[in-house]
């Protein structure tokens, strides 16, 4: 038994040929975030704070579709969510349709820390993130030049977009496979596990290119993209509504507690059971395993664990 931690920063049709100033920025973005969670675990911070602290580093990196990097809406406005849960309580918290709060993570660890409920959503969300005195500010702060771009190119193809989608002609039929390219980018996510087996889960969304304004996604949905218990911690990334109805992370601690299949086994099961290119996931388990699985062409994604081993990997083979 040991610590360990994995972060990503989300799964879809990402190509090899994706360019260098696209890829490095995003590699670097999960380097940091790592070196940042293993400093906190080896500081023996607990892992419920770890997967903040990391979920806060990658929404405040513009490189992905959390926070900064927030997609848009249909009508061009930012409506993010985020949850955090604690594996040996089961405590958790939830947040959607935020668009001012400049980290909607911690807005759901103060979900769960200060009221009564798990899932605060828009107004209600708004209201008690400043009534707890979180950073707020103009949602034009979230609205970058290059998420526009990306809303009107899904607008002109009439669809809404995943993670890393090539962006849309207007002239190609709304059927064609969707190829390589950078449309959006990705939810982020992090789960971790302590010396003493404490687990831990955090992610945060902008959601995809041209939701219908109200749309809320797997991330927040306790048990569909996020889930802990004291068995494993499980972070969800790709299309939300198939997430949902697979309800993969709790598939994946349902399958170790009630089949006896280890964290691998487990997560090979879940993501089995979601129609191929559509979804990835990062999980640990109380014991220190990891796993960190995609059926899409590639998931940035990055992992540590107390014997040494690392990786930061976005298709089958780590980056060197």
């Known amino acids: 038994m040991g610590w360990a931690i994995a972060v990503h920063g989300g799964a879809g049709d ?61 009508s061009g406005t930012v409506e993010m969510e985020a949850c955090i849960m604690d594996g040996k309580t089961m405590k958790c918290g939830a947040v959607s349709g ?22 605060l959503a828009f107004d209600g969300a708004e209201a008690f993130a400043r009534e707890q005195g979180l950073e707020t500010v103009e949602m034009s702060h979230f609205i970058t030049p290059e998420n526009i771009e990306r809303l009107k190119q899904a607008q002109e193809a009439d669809r809404v977009q995943l993670d890393y989608t090539q962006p849309i002609q207007k002239e190609v039929p709304k ?39 109200g749309r809320i996604g797997d991330t927040p949905i306790i048990g569909a993209g996020t889930y802990a218990n004291h068995l494993c911690a499980v972070s969800a990334t790709g299309r939300g509504e198939a997430i949902i109805r697979g309800t993969i992370a709790r598939d994946v601690a349902a399958v170790m507690e009630f089949k006896g ?26 014991t220190g395993e990891v796993a960190m699985l995609f059926n899409t062409t590639g998931m940035f994604r990055a992992c540590a664990t107390e014997d040494g081993y690392s990786e930061i990997s976005i298709w089958d083979s780590p980056i060197e």
Request: with cysteine.
């Open 175 to 213: 059927d064609a496979a969707l190829a390589d390219g950078d449309s959006q980018i990705g939810i982020v996510g992090c789960v971790a596990v302590d010396s003493e087996g404490n687990l831990a889960t955090a992610t945060s969304t902008g959601g995809i290119v041209s939701k219908m304004v």
């Open 98 to 119: 935020v668009s001012t709060v400049v980290n909607a993570i911690s807005l759901a660890r103060l979900v769960m820390d200060k009221t009564p409920h798990i899932y």
């Open 261 to 286: 299949l280890s964290l691998k086994e487990a997560a090979a099961y879940a993501m089995n059971r979601v129609p191929r290119g559509n979804a990835g996931l990062i999980a640990v388990s109380s």
């Open 14 to 74: 990402i190509p090899l040929s994706l360019p260098p100033e696209k890829r490095l920025p995003r590699e670097a973005g999960l380097r940091r975030c790592l070196d940042v969670g293993i400093a906190a675990l080896k500081a023996h911070n607990h892992p419920l704070d770890v997967v903040e602290l990391v979920v806060r580093e990658l929404e405040n990196n513009p490189h992905f579709n959390a926070g900064k990097g927030s997609v848009l809406t249909t």
